[in-house]
């Protein structure tokens, strides 16, 4: 390709050349034109063979450049097929060896396969053991052995049984030791982790769990009951003896399903605006029945402070009677008795004030609950529809509504009922007082109108 391109050059440079020189000496006569003409094609003759022979040399050069590569490709040919010839011979002995390894091996095949599959177990449980809490990395090594092919050495498998003696050893003792919790904020602090066996974690009087995953050791997002948690301060705190202490005995299991537990907000937000509604019915209630209590039982107070004193009136619904009865000393016994009476019917109106609102609260909650569990139906046969049963969670929530109403209308009309009985015995029991009092003094009233 050179040569071609350099004869190209050559012959442009040439026919430019002609052409300059030709403008400068052109010919003046016929026998000068003819002698340039004849000049003219000789020298084009020559160029032109020149062109001829090296492209005949380049021809000949490709066509030796292709038999080269030809044969070069017939040698990758053979070569590739004495190569697969190869590969298949030795896989064959590869086969062979295999089997005369099996063979060699006896017996010790058998028990390498049974390390393998124990080894692959013993490492799971490694892994999530609460003991690698407290001795990290402990797995590795078997982790290793359960992977590896070729058999185990003497010193590798008394290594193996020493894990899992150490391992069993642990397991029954109780044992304190420095670390790092995570808590749920992410934050880390260093203090005394108490370990029970391979059962739980204990810190800061505070159950913690180890994640296998991250390496760390993690405060629950939700403690347990109150009273569980109650215990771990006392277990920690001893220095001997015994103490009562509640472990988990699928090893942090429960702990972890602990956490997933709704609480009371969870609860009361499963209500939706019903179980607000319900709520909000409770507190009215609660406001109204305290308030009835504690003023029924000052007025019960002042009017069994005056029955003490009936010569003196004072400034209760007894005293006002009482000065409803020294008023009207001198009138009959019959007037003196709607006298009476209607000084009564005037106290009874705040005796008795709001104690009918608290009885239509405590039948309006349960109604509300109903309705609740209604709505919550609907929501659930709805998402049903629209969605089938395969996922239990999209039916969750009507669900979730349906039974927390029904719930939190009773959880609000029990205390409202009993707080109602509360507020109208007391309210009946100074009635009553006053009715009384009003009947024994027209009966003293009417014995000094027939001595």
């Known amino acids: 390709m050179k040569k071609l391109i350099t004869t190209a050059i050559v012959a442009a440079t040439l026919v430019l050349s002609s052409g300059i020189a030709s403008a400068a000496d052109a010919p003046k006569t016929i026998d000068q034109l003819l002698k340039q003409v004849q000049t003219d094609r000789a020298n084009a003759s020559k160029t032109n063979k020149k062109r001829e022979q090296e492209f005949r040399n380049e021809r000949g050069d490709k066509a030796a450049l292709l038999k080269r590569e030809k044969n070069a490709l017939a040698t990758e040919r053979q070569r590739g097929k004495d190569l697969s010839q190869a590969f298949l011979d030795n896989e064959r002995k590869i086969g062979e060896l295999e089997e005369n390894l099996k063979t060699a091996q006896g017996d010790l095949g058998e028990m390498f396969g049974v390390v393998k599959g124990d080894a692959g177990d013993f490492s799971g449980k490694l892994v999530a053991s609460n003991i690698s809490a407290q001795y990290p990395g402990r797995d590795v090594f078997i982790a290793e052995l359960g992977a590896r092919k070729q058999l185990p050495k003497i010193d590798e498998l008394e290594r193996f049984w020493?894990?899992?003696?150490?391992?069993?050893?642990?397991?029954?003792?109780?044992?304190?030791?420095?670390?790092?919790?995570?808590?749920?904020?992410?934050?880390?602090r260093n203090t005394t982790i108490t370990r029970v066996g391979a059962f739980n974690l204990l810190a800061d009087g505070k159950y913690v769990v180890y994640n296998a995953d991250l390496g760390l050791i993690q405060e629950l997002s939700q403690q347990p009951s109150g009273y569980q948690v109650k215990a771990v301060s006392k277990f920690q705190d001893i220095t001997s003896g015994i103490a009562p202490l509640y472990i988990d005995p699928i090893k942090g299991v429960l702990l972890s399903i602990f956490t997933?537990?709704?609480?009371?907000?969870?609860?009361?937000?499963?209500?939706?605006?019903?179980?607000?509604?319900?709520?909000?019915?409770?507190?009215?209630?609660?406001?109204?029945?305290?308030?009835?209590?504690?003023?029924?039982?000052?007025?019960?107070?002042?009017?069994?402070?005056?029955?003490?004193?009936?010569?003196?009136?004072?400034?209760?619904?007894?005293?006002?009677?009482?000065?409803?009865?020294?008023?009207?000393k001198d009138v009959d016994v019959e007037t003196l008795e709607l006298k009476l009476d209607e000084a009564i019917l005037k106290e009874t109106p705040a005796l008795e004030a709001r104690i009918s609102?608290?009885?239509?609260?405590?039948?309006?909650?349960?109604?509300?609950?109903?309705?609740?569990?209604?709505?919550?139906?609907?929501?659930?046969?709805?998402?049903?529809?629209?969605?089938?049963?395969s996922d239990p969670k999209l039916m969750a929530g009507g669900i979730s509504m349906a039974l927390m109403t029904t719930v939190q209308g009773l959880v609000a009309a029990l205390p409202l009922m009993l707080m109602h009985a509360i507020v109208i015995a007391r309210s009946k029991s100074i009635v009553q007082v006053l009715e009384e009092q009003s009947a024994g003094m027209v009966a003293t009233h009417a014995e000094k109108r027939n001595a």
């Open 162 to 188: 020493e894990e899992q003696l150490f391992e069993m050893a642990q397991s029954g003792k109780v044992v304190n030791f420095e670390g790092a919790v995570t808590d749920i904020d992410g934050n880390i």
């Open 357 to 389: 609102i608290i009885k239509v609260l405590a039948a309006i909650a349960p109604m509300m609950g109903l309705l609740g569990t209604v709505t919550g139906m609907i929501a659930t046969f709805q998402s049903i529809q629209l969605f089938g049963t």
């Open 260 to 328: 997933q537990k709704p609480t009371i907000e969870d609860r009361i937000e499963a209500g939706g605006t019903i179980g607000y509604i319900i709520i909000g019915l409770l507190i009215i209630g609660a406001i109204i029945s305290i308030e009835r209590i504690v003023t029924l039982t000052l007025v019960g107070a002042k009017v069994k402070a005056q029955r003490k004193n009936l010569d003196n009136p004072g400034d209760n619904a007894l005293g006002r009677i009482l000065k409803a009865f020294h008023d009207n």
